[in-house]
C-alpha cells in the first residue's frame, strides 16, 4: 500500500511539472513573438543587434568600433530540469505530458485494485490490530498468534477451543496485570525481587531447554545406564517385597508382655489399636503394607530377611519406642524391565547432564567473588540476667 501511494504521487507530481513547463514554454514562446512583430525595423538578437547599431542594445555600441562577436552563455542554474523541459519542442513535451498522464493513471488503478483485494486478505490472516481490548488497553493479534504457534510447536492441536482458552488466558492475565498495577503490587520491593526471580527462573528453563538440544538424553544412553545399574545391582533382581505389620510400644518388658499375648491367641490387629503409640498404623490394625527390606531402618531390615510368613520379630528399640514387627505375607518381584525402570534412569541421567551442564559454563567463565560481609559483631555487654 505504500509503494502505491508513492507511485501515485510521483505519476501527479510528475504530470503537474510537464505541464507547467509546457504553459511556461509556450507563454515564453508567444512573448518573443510579440516582441518580433512589435515594430517591424528591430530582430530581437544578439547577432542582428551588433550587425544594427541603431537599434537593440547594439545601439549604445559605438558606430567607429567594428562590432566585436559576443557569445551567449546558457545559465542552467536557475530551471534546472524545468528549463531543459522548456526547450523541449512541442510535440515532444506533449508527449511527455501524455506519459506522466499515463503513469498517474496506472497509480490510481493500481491502488484501487489494492484497496478492493487487500482488505480481504488481510482480514483472513490480521483481523486488526487488537484482538481483544481490557479496560481501553488492546491485547495486540501479533501477542496472541505468537502464543498459539508457542503451543502448536509443543505438540497442541490448533483447534477453536485451544485459541478460545488461549484468548481467555490472555485477558485474564492483562486485567490481573491492571490490577496488581492499581492495589500498588509491582510497588513493593519485595514482589519485585520475586517476579526478577521467576524471570531468572524462567530463562535458567530456557538456557537449559536450548543446552539439551546439543547434549539430548537419548535411548541409547538410558539403555546403558539401565545394563550398567542392572550389573551393579542397583536394578533389583528377584527381590523379595514383604506385607507387614507393627505394633509400637513404651518398653521392653510391654513388648515382650504383647509377644506373649500374641502367642497364646491374641489378634495383632486387635492389640494394635488398643496398644500401639503409632497411631497412624493402629488405625489400619497396625498394617503397613507392602516394603522391600531398602525401605526399612536399621535393624528392622536384617530382621525381616529372617522372618517367614505369620511370624513375629524380637522387640526392636527405635527412637519411636520398642517395635514388635510381623510378617503378614512375602511375594518375589522380578527385575525391572527396561520399559519400567527407563523414567527414573532418565530422570537421573538429566540430572546429571544439568550438573555437567553448569560445570561446564561456570569453568569457562571468569568469576571473581567479593568477600560475605561479617555478621554484626556480638554487643561486649551481657545481659544482666545470664549473669
Known amino acids: 500500500m505504500v509503494c502505491t501511494a508513492l507511485f501515485r504521487r510521483a505519476g501527479v507530481l510528475l504530470t503537474w511539472w510537464v505541464f507547467a513547463s509546457i504553459v511556461f514554454s509556450l507563454a515564453a514562446n508567444s512573448a518573443v513573438a510579440k516582441g518580433s512583430a512589435g515594430d517591424g525595423s528591430c530582430v530581437s538578437t544578439i547577432a542582428s543587434d551588433a550587425a544594427n547599431p541603431g537599434c537593440g542594445p547594439a545601439a549604445s555600441i559605438a558606430t567607429s568600433s567594428p562590432p ?154 538410558i539403555r546403558a545406564d539401565y545394563y550398567e545399574q542392572l550389573k551393579s545391582g542397583e536394578v533389583p ?37 488398643e496398644k500401639s503409640l503409632d497411631l497412624e498404623s493402629a488405625l489400619r490394625g497396625g498394617a503397613l503394607g507392602w516394603v522391600l527390606p531398602s525401605q526399612l531402618a536399621s535393624p528392622i531390615d536384617e530382621l525381616v530377611f529372617a522372618l517367614l510368613v505369620g511370624h513375629l520379630s524380637r522387640p526392636i528399640q527405635t527412637e519411636q519406642g520398642w517395635l514388635i514387627v510381623k510378617v503378614d505375607d512375602i511375594k518375589y518381584l522380578p527385575a525391572k524391565s527396561f520399559d519400567e525402570a527407563k523414567f527414573a534412569i532418565a530422570q537421573k541421567k538429566l540430572q546429571e547432564r544439568r550438573q555437567e551442564a553448569v560445570a561446564r559454563l561456570l569453568a569457562g567463565a571468569k568469576i571473581v567473588k567479593a568477600l560475605q560481609p561479617s555478621p554484626p559483631a556480638a554487643s561486649a555487654r551481657k545481659d544482666p540476667a545470664l549473669r
Open 237 to 273: 533382581q528377584n527381590v523379595q517385597e514383604y506385607q507387614l505389620s507393627m505394633i509400637v510400644v513404651a518398653s521392653e518388658e510391654e513388648a515382650f508382655g504383647i509377644i506373649d499375648q500374641l502367642h497364646r491367641g491374641a489378634v495383632f490387629a486387635e492389640l494394635a489399636k
Open 68 to 221: 566585436k562577436a559576443v557569445t551567449f552563455v546558457k545559465n542552467t542554474g536557475d530551471w534546472g530540469i524545468g528549463e531543459e523541459l522548456m526547450d523541449l519542442k512541442l510535440h515532444s513535451q506533449i508527449l511527455l505530458l501524455l506519459v506522466a498522464v499515463l503513469v498517474c493513471i496506472s497509480g490510481w488503478v493500481v491502488g484501487l485494485v489494492m484497496g478492493i483485494y487487500s482488505p480481504k486478505r488481510s482480514r483472513k490472516t490480521n483481523p486488526g490490530k487488537a484482538i481483544a481490548t481490557v479496560n481501553g488497553v488492546k491485547i495486540p493479534v501479533s501477542r496472541f498468534q505468537r502464543l498459539v504457534a508457542n503451543a502448536l510447536a509443543e505438540g497442541s492441536v490448533d483447534t477453536p477451543q485451544l485459541r478460545e482458552a488461549m484468548l481467555d488466558d490472555l485477558v485474564f492475565r492483562e486485567a490481573l496485570a491492571q490490577d496488581a498495577q492499581r492495589i500498588g503490587l509491582l510497588s513493593d520491593d519485595r514482589n519485585a525481587i520475586r517476579i526478577e526471580g521467576a524471570r531468572e527462573n524462567a530463562l535458567v528453563d530456557l538456557w537449559f531447554a536450548n543446552y539439551f538440544k546439543t547434549h539430548p538424553v537419548t535411548e541409547a544412553d
